[in-house]
């Protein structure tokens, strides 16, 4: 895939101005030599090229896609640009879901041409969405691959690669449409039903399976970093006696050690997070959870639900994921309103990136002269830069209307080096990972960037096994460098691999606690034949990291006249500030407690020593990631610092 896809985006005078340049590689439609059909470029996925056939989609199966459409762009990123911008007469003049459609989006004629060609190829329940973002039509498999000049085929699964449940399909060959659309339509999903990552570690993605001898040691795990000590190891940063990994966080001592308080709660401001189906009983899971942590008890008319599909009768592959999200933006914002939105998990179309993408377009379109939310926490990215280029305009579409609506968009950036997207999006606010240490009293001992090894014991030593884990970062290889970045972002970390000149956006923007090892104690409902528990278990990836973030936004926002929106340019103002924490390497003189911990094959499937903040080049996978004072494309401008970083999010406002 051409990687000449770009967005330019700079300033004019104090505005942030963006344009995208129309190249072969996006996913616009590319006209025909001669009337006929057009081809959308770029329109199918990467794995079909290596991945194995294993038959056609049934020509019955019905499926329901979307044609997206293409809205006003560059106006639409004039304006995100003004609205964003401090200084700028339409600072934090946030247009309504109806205005922005009336202004930027697709026009009805647009919208109706495609409602006629879909209707005439036999498909039916053929609709624009109110903010006529794509029109959504319901057809067999037969009549799509009529229509679009493709095979619908199925692919063999792997563990990286798959539909969960389902059995992986996609279109063969790109998609094709009538000429007379070809600037019309940016895309259509639904045709391809891949996992999205998920960037998300529990603690059974550590082990190997290996049984427990009777004679294996047993290392507790600690309820604070450095509690308990294991002696007598192989020798390794100086030392043999290495902390055992941290059970988990609680409500508290992440509260503690970023600062929250019980003054600011974010009461009043509504935190939507996005899933993919919905979590049986999350709101008491959030009830008991709240009771284990002795935080206020949750009001039932502060928490809402919206499921687009079927909820939990197709699964529910985001189960944990979403009741950590619910629970960590509680934990930083108990006083705010949380809007749970659950995509369709069926797979009729939507199981995949199209549930996720509608998911964040009911948000944005709002039932009333509002979005649903201001703030969109979003635990999943759809897949590397080398995705499908109709998907980065679609993405970067919604994105722009976001920032056009005042609702700001949060992406986890990854669980391993390397950039996601949509996080790299310049209006996605990218949140990477860090290692944290939180001491006996709930103080911060240390906070690093995210970036473990293991080690293994073969003869008396421990072997380096390479990354187990990492935040995801680094320059993008698709969108040039935002303004906003600029003389923040040092120059090193603004080049790509096969850099095409000049400066390119770097990621993430700003981080929070991510590293399982270090991570936070959730709670989960248990449902068995015989009876239903609460436990709780420690999780931890980006995936903790963002509605992290979200949550102490929220609190920030309480009491503001206005939302902050797309609030990454302020960000980087408070970079180097009493209100961002800035995460630091580890090095030779720091102690070598902060080094990495023990964990014992009980829970981890072998005995294990991490190391923390490990980046290198002799690592596997590494794409040239770098902890250091500053900004740094391991944590961004580093992470939120309390009632100071709230202070002066209010002050920049």
Same mark, same amino acid.
């Not at 199966?61 to 044609?67: A, D, G």
């Not at 619910?326 to 108990?334: F, I, L, T």
């Not at 004072?629 to 009632?643: A, C, L, R, S």
């Given at each position: ?7 330019? +985006?700079?300033?004019a005078?104090?505005?942030? #101005? ?9 996913g616009q439609a590319?006209? $025909? ?37 293409? =809205? ?15 200084g ?5 003049h ?12 697709a ?7 495609v ?11 053929v ?14 498999? %037969? ?14 699964? /792997?563990?990286s690669l ?11 060959? =790109? ?23 998920v ?8 082990s190997?399976?290996?049984?427990? &001898? ?5 290392f507790?795990?600690?309820? *604070?970093? !450095?509690? %308990?000590?294991? %002696? ?7 030392? #043999?006696?290495f902390?055992?990994e941290?059970?988990?966080? $609680? ?7 970023? @600062? ?9 401001q ?28 949750p009001?039932?008319?502060?928490y ?10 197709c !699964? ?8 950590l999200?619910?629970?960590?933006? *509680?934990?930083?914002?108990? @006083?705010?309103?949380q ?8 797979n009729?179309?939507d ?7 509608d ?8 039932? &009333?002269?509002?979005p649903?939310a201001s703030? +969109?926490?979003?635990s999943?990215? /759809? ?29 986890s950036?990854?669980?391993?080096s390397?950039?996601?997207?949509? /996080? ?6 990218a949140?990477? !990972?860090?290692?944290? !240490?939180?001491?006996k009293?709930?103080?911060?001992l ?8 293991? &080690?293994?014991?073969s ?28 003389s923040? +972002? ?7 691999p096969g850099?095409? @000149? ?24 248990? +449902? #068995?034949?015989? %009876? ?9 990836? #980006? ?12 609190a ?15 960000? *980087?103002?408070l ?14 003189? /720091?102690?070598a ?18 190391g923390?903040?490990v980046?290198?080049y ?19 401008v ?16």
């Amino acid at each position: 895939m051409s990687k000449s896809r770009k967005l330019l +985006v700079a300033f004019a005078g104090s505005a942030l #101005t963006a344009g995208l340049t129309l190249a072969a590689a996006t996913g616009q439609a590319v006209a $025909s030599p001669h009337p006929g059909p057009a081809t959308l470029a770029h329109s199918t996925a990467p794995f079909v090229e290596h991945t194995r056939v294993i038959g056609n989609v049934a020509s019955s199966q019905r499926l329901t896609i979307q044609v997206w459409l293409q =809205p006003r762009t560059a106006a639409a990123e004039r304006y995100a640009a003004a609205v964003s911008t401090p200084g700028s007469k339409l600072y934090h003049h946030y247009l309504s879901p109806k205005a922005y459609t009336a202004r930027f989006g697709a026009t009805t004629k647009s919208a109706g041409s495609v409602e006629k060609w879909l209707r005439g190829e036999g498909f039916t329940d053929v609709h624009a969405n109110s903010g006529r973002d794509y029109v959504r039509a319901t057809g067999s498999a %037969k009549a799509i691959d009529n229509a679009m000049h493709t095979t619908l085929k199925l692919y063999r699964s /792997s563990g990286s690669l798959n539909a969960g449940p389902y059995q992986l399909r996609a279109n063969s060959t =790109p998609v094709e449409i009538p000429n007379a659309l070809k600037t019309t339509v940016l895309g259509v999903t639904g045709l391809d039903n891949s996992a999205p990552i998920v960037p998300l570690i529990r603690p059974d993605a550590h082990s190997s399976g290996t049984k427990a &001898s009777k004679k294996a040691p047993h290392f507790a795990c600690s309820g *604070y970093y !450095g509690e %308990k000590v294991i %002696k007598n190891l192989p020798k390794q940063f100086g030392t #043999t006696s290495f902390p055992t990994e941290v059970c988990g966080y $609680s409500a508290a001592q992440l509260r503690s050690a970023y @600062g929250a308080n019980f003054t600011n709660t974010g009461k009043g401001q509504t935190i939507a997070l996005i899933e993919l189906g919905l979590a049986p009983d999350m709101f008491q899971t959030l009830v008991d959870y709240a009771a284990a942590n002795h935080m206020p008890t949750p009001s039932s008319e502060r928490y809402s639900e919206l499921s687009l599909g079927q909820g939990t009768a197709c !699964g529910d592959d985001f189960d944990i994921e979403e009741q950590l999200d619910v629970e960590s933006s *509680y934990d930083m914002a108990p @006083g705010a309103n949380q809007l749970v939105v659950g995509g369709d998990s069926c797979n009729f179309g939507d199981y995949g990136l199209q549930g996720l993408f509608d998911a964040d377009i009911a948000v944005l379109g709002g039932s &009333s002269p509002h979005p649903l939310a201001s703030i +969109v926490s979003n635990s999943w990215e /759809s897949d590397d830069e080398g995705q499908p280029g109709y998907l980065d305009d679609i993405e970067n579409a919604y994105l722009v209307r976001a920032a056009d609506e005042g609702v700001g968009m949060y992406f986890s950036a990854g669980d391993g080096s390397g950039v996601l997207l949509p /996080s790299s999006d310049p209006y996605a606010i990218a949140v990477g !990972g860090t290692t944290l !240490g939180i001491g006996k009293t709930g103080n911060r001992l240390f906070e690093t960037g995210w970036s473990t090894s293991y &080690s293994t014991i073969s003869n008396g030593a421990w072997v380096d096994e390479g990354e187990f884990a990492a935040g995801g970062g680094g320059p993008s290889i698709l969108w040039k460098e935002p303004s906003y970045q600029k003389s923040v +972002v040092p120059a090193s970390m603004t080049v790509a691999p096969g850099n095409r @000149g000049g400066a390119d956006r770097s990621v993430p923007d700003i981080s929070a606690d991510a590293d399982p090892f270090t991570g936070m104690l959730i709670g989960v409902i248990v +449902v #068995t034949p015989k %009876k239903t528990y609460f436990i709780q278990e420690d999780v931890g990836g #980006t995936s903790l990291a963002s509605p992290l973030v979200a949550g102490m936004v929220a609190a920030a926002q309480q009491g503001q006249k206005t939302p902050f929106g797309f609030l990454t340019p302020l960000f *980087y103002k408070l970079s180097k500030t009493i209100a961002i924490n800035d995460a630091l390497p580890l090095t030779s003189s /720091s102690p070598a407690l902060y080094k990495g911990t023990v964990c014992d094959i009980y829970t981890c499937g072998l005995e294990l020593l991490t190391g923390f903040d490990v980046q290198s080049y002799a690592m596997n996978g590494y794409t040239g990631q770098v902890t250091q004072k500053g900004y740094d494309n391991m944590t961004g401008v580093g992470t939120p610092d309390g009632q100071h970083f709230i202070a002066g999010l209010r002050k920049l406002s």
